[in-house]
């Protein structure tokens, strides 16, 4: 038996098919393979003549290889089988044999391994993938106090299984596309039959099989690819870790779309009011969920509108304040040197950077910095006359309003937003804040996510369910 990773640099490939010569077809594959070190070419005696077996070094597993191939085609006393074909029935029930070398080589490098025999004119293919993967663990970004424990990983397999175990029902779909012209990455698409919008599955797959991309390593390459506004700051398509916030929207007649190699699976169409539902809303009393995202778009206003809001009263309009807080806030601007609109501006630029500072950091200090960064930078500013008293609090109460937002990439564009509102409040006061919040709901409301309007059912003409949307209904028995 021998066992190499060289190949022999030759002319280029012709076969198309698998010959019943075993040599050419080792041949071809040299040369198909040429340079790629992590593909293994076994070649033994066995009682049914040469035997050639090929598959990925790191995506098979070579114990299960040992024992249920090799072992099987070298043992030659008191063989019943005659070929090469019995004697692998006896040992796997369900394998392919395939003679087009353009299926072969897709499917040896998907992880499965192929057994070229002389004389036999196919490749027999046989399923012994093993490579080392993350096992399924708690949700990182999606933490909930009620609720399953469980979040997606980067094997496409351990994904699907663990939404079809909630779903004991043929009518749980799931389509098959494959996208990147080097990469060939399976996305899988997967809705319920009863319940999806067929228009806007159709239109899902279409911008699906549109890409015309070389590589797809990771969900947002897709997202970006398929969501209708690209420059858009608003995201139509969420994505989640969570198989129980996959079913859930799957039963609301929404689209999961798995990407091989990503642990976060796309939902589409997304709404403005999904970014403000979490993970563990099903899980509580409708009531409090209610009132807590009641709560959440108070704080979500407050985060966006605060600092414009602070910037446009203290520099345009004084009069609207009370004496008494407004004595209190010249007392404490007293001495620092820029105006208002300016250390704001330096303030939530230094905040962003300490947030962004304690994503980047490792997670044991990470914490850390961010906290003792707020508290000596913030002190220490002060008390140098350089930022006001106001300001940190401004700032910090900005801040932790917009950590109230349950989806990231939701609270991503209101944090530039804030910078182009507080620009206009320094500008032209509440004039300015006036203009900048009519531009953004003008835009959400022409905003639409693969034909569903963005701020449905609060501002579309269509009839949509508002069940789970500003609250949730309690559910019915």
Known sequence: MTEQHTSDPSDKPVLRTVSPDRTENEKYLNQVFDNCADIVFRSFNS??????????DGLADTKELDKRVIKPLTRCEDANDSNVRGRLDGEFR???ELIEFQEIVKRILYGETAVFAEGLPCAIMIQLIKFEHRSVSEPQLESSIRGPREAFTEVLQTNLSLLRRKFNTPELKMEEV??????????????LADEVNMEILAKVKEKLTSIKSKAILDANYIEESIEGSSFSLFPQIQ???RPDTVAAS???????IFVDGSPNVLLA????WSGFQAADDHYERFLYVSAVRIIRIVLFILSLLLPSFYVALTTYHPQMIPNTLLISIAAAREGVPFPTVIETFIMEIMFEGLR??????PRAVGSAVSIVGALVIGESAVQAGFISAP???????TGIASFAIPRYNLSLPFRLLRFLLLGLAGSLGFYGIAAGTTAILIHLCILESFGVPYLAPLASSKKFSAEDTLYRAPKKG
């Open 94 to 96: 369900s394998k392919d």
């Open 239 to 241: 994505n989640t870790e």
């Open 250 to 256: 799957v039963i609301e007649g929404k689209i999961a």
């Open 391 to 397: 300001i940190v609090i401004i700032v910090a109460s």
């Open 178 to 191: 494959q996208i990147g012209e080097l990469t060939r990455t399976r996305v899988m698409v997967s809705y």
């Open 356 to 361: 962004e500072a304690g994503l980047r950091l």
């Open 269 to 272: 169409p997304m709404t403005f």
């Open 47 to 56: 009682c049914f003549g040469e035997i050639l077996i090929v598959y990925v």
